[in-house]
């Protein structure tokens, strides 16, 4: 299978992992991306604080890139990243004034004819029993929290991408690598977002509340599908131990590096040792099918 | 929803969003779901009731239209098939377009320094928008702590991925946003 | 001819944008046209008597009204012409206001427009025959569908008056909703005490027909002969038989498998049940889908036991049919429940809530089965999930309803009193307990409605927050409840031990079906259509079919009940002649041209096109044509559109009136 690509900046940069497990997972399964040439930034919290029409144009530029070069699907792994495209795509398809500023502002005219798809959305077109009949580790005694974050079933009316209020997709995904996820409450809150620099408590504490309810609902690890979240969840995490001593550390990884696992694939090619929280000990249990906490 | 007897911000407003402010019946159910309300003091539901009220200031004054993370709880649980999220994003333009000075200025920086970036590299560059912002704000020593490792793992790259369009993306983004960024 | 032409200037309403008098002017030089003037208020009394003046003064044949819709006014001119002696289907209006007046802002061209409607009425009329209405007789007998409150009320109302009911319910006992409460407001009577007796004066009463677990299959005819033929679903009991001892019920097996829907799924029951102990009729029904016998063919144990004989296994269900004059829908309406839909349809659910996850989240009806004496919990104050007293209670109002977004756009009226309503029963049990309420209004604007609301607040010390919530869920067996208040600007957040949410009364899941089976109009959250909203509140589109309580629109119990007695005394309106007069406007079949091809029959929605033998002196049948029966003829012209020969012609609105009014406007071309 075939797909074309828009990494968007952070897995070309702090979300390095993110991109490495992705194409490491996709080589196993025999699907190629193709990265769309020359693709520029597609504005993610930036360009809808400053100007509507920006928030617009920036994804435009992309499709219409994607487009010429003559693709039909596209993935997009951020959940900010599809979530912008997508947006970007309704209104230019339904608001006459935005597609005429867009195409005036970029020079260039706008097409429909992309289907951009987000990371979940990928495995299910992959097919989630490749992911079942390939998996060599038992993850019997994983207990997954799945965090969605917001963006990715966030405005449901333009997504129309599962339950905006209690998704399953990531669960059927993490169910197909034989791990078990839990069902708890955060699933969909905020994990603070964009302002991971400019208001580092806010994060801090919205982040924390995620990670209080996946402990108390005794999962072993956070998989999530959106760097930000990775970020937010991870590299903040040390902070909010810092603060907060004496608490649980528990891992978080993205979704791609989870089925890289189940496969038996090589926890360093898939960016496993690029976190800030440790996920050596998660390996090391489940590679002696134990789970540590 | 032309009007002729329609105030020039609540048309803007309507234009951006393609919502009308009277549309909003301030149940607070958004406010209710907003994940970081309580760093403000003027709720989502109150900045719309501004809005309404017709006390432009106060609306564009707030701390809510910066510090709104564009999570959308809001808009998906609204009952009235309103988007405060949206209101939000369209006050804050139209906040720069009149030059009122932002209620928080780290957030409006932070999104300065990142276009910056973009407006450059046509992507987003670590490093450079860390510098930019810690030199807009002054706060140098910020995330200092985490800058090792990430540089040691090999996460913030010393050079930033140039695409090949800049020019273009540049006046794409002059052209959006001016007037816009002070 | 001699016609008279009136207009109206029907107060602003055509006089603004209609120039009458030049109308007027323009119409007295019609041919034929002898009079013409216009009067503010044609329909007044005054204005009535202008017109039955002229026609006696000027000796006038037909009369031509420029005014409102013939819906509102043809009643009342035909009237007043017929009075003074004219047949009155020689009367037409020109419908110079929704037609003209109230489409149109330009006074020249709509005065122009005026002038052509009324000369294309001018010349019809001039083609009108003078028509004789038909009468039929009136079956004075009512059926009431839908056995809660409304119908029972209805039922009484019609049966006391001295005529026959035919009550239809469709569950096995009637009492509907109003049987599940615990108390009603605003007097806190206790329910079923102040319902039960009237249900049993429905049993017992002589010239009440209750036909209990059945539905109403199919209605044919009109108003004052309907014919309808009702499904009594098999209850596998013998109900002539049965003494409603209670033995087999009590004797079942099966107990714990079916959700009682009595009690709102906080119960099970057995398969062989009773809805409640105070049921009418007090016989029990089978549940065939969970009843061991009709599974495998074992147990029969409530045969067994029962002394008379009244199980019977092979009883099927049985199609009865009933003649009947007019019909009252009291259907009565269901609670929105809040789960998953797919994204086409209206609702979208409300998951943030999280109703159908957490046990403790509970809709309106379940509180009351909580509340009540008769319920799961036997009054006790218990929360479902670990049957403990809540310590702290959350009552959020308007769920589902004033959503534009994700539920109804309308209010629910009912909500704001039965959640003080609970919030009260709530304190009442548990003193130390703490009650929360988030409205976004208060709408108590009946009787003693808005004083029981404050006595909530005031007296029983009911905490009111004003805003919605955005999201619960559960910690540590607790519900964390997120909302806010608006009015201090506050977040509110509360660790609650149950939560019950007043959700949207809407219409019930078959309405649409029956309203269509009934041919009654209904909108699009299925409650069936009134036929005008301020002054025909209980009537609808279709003659001698009536309507009462919820099943129209949402509605308390007084207002229920008022309206099934108004439902009822249109009923016995209807009842009060022994012949109904119908209007002459029907099909009818030139029998010499007819060729007999039937296709009108075919096309024919009220079945009224029979087959009629034309025969000689010597008895032969030279040909077969068609016949209008015109007691089922409803006069809507398909047959006279669908006829190749154009041998059927509907009478008032023949051919050569339909062409004179197309010819008379196709000149000003």
């Known amino acids: ?293 | 929803m032309e009007n002729n007897h329609v105030h020039p911000t609540i048309q803007k407003i309507i234009n951006l969003t393609n919502q009308n402010p009277a549309n909003c019946y301030q149940c607070g159910k958004c406010s209710a779901g907003c994940p970081v309300r309580d760093y403000f003091d003027d709720s989502p539901n109150r900045v719309i009731r501004f809005i309404q009220l017709g006390l432009y200031d106060r609306a564009l004054k707030s701390k809510a239209i910066w510090l709104c993370a564009g999570c959308q709880t809001c808009s998906s649980r609204c009952p009235q098939n309103f988007e405060p999220a949206k209101f939000m994003d369209a006050l804050r333009e139209i906040a720069s377009e009149e030059g009122i000075a932002p209620s928080d200025k780290n957030v409006k920086k932070f999104h300065k320094a990142f276009l910056n970036q973009i407006k450059n590299n046509g992507r987003s560059f670590e490093l450079g928008l860390i510098r930019d912002y810690k030199l807009a704000t002054g706060k140098l020593f910020q995330d200092i702590d985490a800058a090792p490792t990430a540089i040691l793992k090999g996460k913030i790259g010393f050079t930033p991925h140039k695409i090949k369009d800049t020019k273009k993306i540049k006046s794409i983004i002059d052209k959006a946003v001016k007037g816009k960024t002070k | ?669």
């Open chain 3, 1 to 669: 001819m001699r016609i008279g032409v009136f207009i109206c200037h029907c107060g602003e309403n055509i006089g603004r944008t209609v120039d009458c008098p030049s109308v007027a002017s323009a119409c007295a030089n019609f041919s034929g046209v002898v009079h013409a003037e216009d009067y503010k208020y044609m329909c007044s009394d005054p204005g009535q008597n202008l017109i039955k003046q002229a026609i006696k003064e000027k000796n006038l044949d037909a009369v031509v009204v420029g005014s409102c819709s013939p819906h509102m006014h043809e009643k009342t001119f035909r009237k007043a012409c017929s009075d003074a002696g004219i047949n009155p289907f020689l009367v037409e209006m020109a419908n110079l206001r929704e037609h003209c007046s109230w489409i149109h802002d330009d006074v020249p061209s709509a005065t122009r427009k005026a002038i052509d409607l009324v000369r294309m009425l001018v010349e019809k009329v001039k083609f009108n025959e003078p028509l004789i209405p038909i009468r039929v007789p009136v079956t004075k007998r009512a059926l009431v569908i839908g056995g809660g409150i409304s119908g029972i009320q209805a039922s009484l109302d019609i049966a006391n008056a001295g005529y026959e009911v035919v009550l239809v319910e469709k569950e096995p006992s009637i009492g509907g909703h109003m049987s599940q409460l615990s108390e009603t407001f605003p007097t806190l009577d206790c329910s079923q005490c102040i319902l039960t007796p009237r249900m049993v004066e429905v049993y017992q009463h002589p010239r009440i027909k209750l036909v209990s677990y059945s539905e109403v299959e199919n209605v044919e005819g009109f108003i004052g002969n309907f014919s309808v033929t009702i499904r009594k679903k098999a209850r596998s009991v013998k109900d002539e038989l049965c003494t409603g001892c209670g033995l087999c019920v009590q004797k079942c097996p099966i107990k714990k498998v079916a959700l009682s829907d009595f009690d709102e799924g906080l119960a099970t029951r057995p398969a062989m049940y009773v809805p409640f102990p105070q049921a009418v009729p007090n016989i029990p029904v089978i549940d065939r889908s969970v009843c061991t016998y009709f599974k495998t063919g074992k147990c029969q144990l409530c045969k067994k036991v029962c002394g008379r004989e009244a199980i019977d296994f092979e009883q099927q269900d049985q199609l009865i049919k009933e003649d009947v004059g007019a019909i009252i829908v009291a259907t009565g309406y269901k609670l929105y429940t809040i789960d998953k839909k797919p994204d086409e349809s209206m609702i979208k659910g409300y998951g943030e809530y999280g109703y159908g996850k957490f046990k403790d989240v509970v809709d309106g009806l379940q509180f009351e089965r909580i509340a009540s004496a008769s319920g799961p919990t036997s009054g006790e104050m218990l929360r479902p999930s670990d049957k403990t007293t809540p310590k702290k209670i959350v009552f959020i109002q308007c769920v589902g309803s004033r959503d534009e977004s994700k539920g109804f756009s309308y209010c629910s009226k009912i909500c704001c009193m039965y959640t003080a309503k609970h919030a009260m029963l709530y304190k009442h049990k548990v003193h130390d307990g703490e009650a929360y309420v988030f409205y976004m209004d208060i709408r108590a604007g009946g009787k003693n409605y808005d004083e029981f609301v404050r006595r909530a607040i005031e007296e029983d010390g009911v905490k009111y927050i004003r805003g919605r919530v955005s999201k619960i869920y559960e910690e540590n067996g607790k519900l964390i409840v997120k909302g806010e208040d608006t009015l201090a600007g506050v977040r509110v957040e509360i660790d609650a031990d149950m939560v019950v949410l007043a959700t949207a009364m809407i219409a019930q899941n078959d309405s649409v079906k029956l309203a269509q089976t009934l041919s009654v109009s209904y909108d699009k959250y299925g409650f069936f259509n009134e036929s005008h909203p301020k002054l025909k509140p209980v009537e609808t589109s279709t003659g001698g079919i009536f309507l009462a309580g919820a099943c129209n629109a949402p509605r308390d119990i007084p207002d229920s009940v008022s309206m099934a007695s108004a439902a009822a005394a249109k009923a016995l309106v209807l009842f009060g002649s022994d012949v109904l007069e119908r209007e002459p406007v029907v099909a009818k079949v030139n029998e010499a041209t007819c060729a007999g091809c039937f296709y009108c029959q075919k096309v024919c929605a009220y079945n009224a096109i029979e087959q009629k033998e034309i025969k000689d002196r010597q008895g032969n049948v030279i040909k077969v044509v068609a016949y209008v029966n015109s007691g089922l003829c409803q006069g809507c012209g398909t047959c006279n559109a669908t006829c190749p020969s154009k041998s059927v012609e509907l009478l008032g609105f023949k051919d050569d009136q339909i062409f004179a009014q197309i010819n008379s406007f196709a000149e000003v071309f």
């Open chain 1, 1 to 293: 299978m075939k797909f074309g690509y828009y990494p968007g900046c952070s897995l070309s940069g702090t979300a390095k992992e993110f991109d490495l497990s992705l194409k490491e997972v996709l080589k196993y399964l025999d699907t190629d991306l193709l990265e769309i040439n020359d693709w520029c930034c597609c504005g993610a919290s930036s360009a809808h604080s400053a100007s509507h029409l920006l928030s617009v144009a920036l994804p435009a530029r992309n499709l219409i890139l994607a487009k010429e070069q003559g693709m039909k699907e596209i993935v997009a792994p951020c959940a900010a990243c599809f979530n912008r495209l997508k947006v970007a795509q309704h209104e230019l398809q339904n608001d006459e004034h935005i597609r005429i500023n867009t195409e005036e502002l970029l020079d260039t005219k706008y097409s429909d004819g992309i289907n951009v798809l987000n990371l979940i959305s990928l495995f299910q077109q992959i097919g989630l029993e490749k992911i079942k009949s390939n998996a060599k580790v038992d993850f019997s005694k994983l207990n997954v929290a799945c965090y969605y974050g917001c963006l990715l079933v966030r405005p449901h009316d333009i997504l129309k991408f599962d339950d905006p209020e209690n998704p399953t997709t990531m669960e059927e995904v993490v169910k197909a690598t034989g791990a078990k996820p839990v069902d708890w409450n955060f699933k969909v809150e905020c994990c603070g977002a964009a302002h991971s620099i400019a208001h580092t408590e806010i994060v801090e504490n919205l982040s924390m509340k995620i990670l209080d309810d996946a402990i108390n609902y005794k999962a072993n690890v956070i998989v999530v599908a959106c760097p930000m979240c990775h970020s937010n969840l991870d590299m903040r995490q040390k902070n909010i131990i810092k603060h907060n001593p004496g608490r649980n550390k528990i891992p978080i990884l993205y979704l791609s590096q989870l089925i890289g696992l189940s496969l038996g694939l090589d926890h360093k090619k898939l960016g496993l040792d690029l976190h800030f929280i440790d996920t050596a000990p998660l390996i090391a249990s489940l590679s002696e099918n134990e789970v540590a906490v």
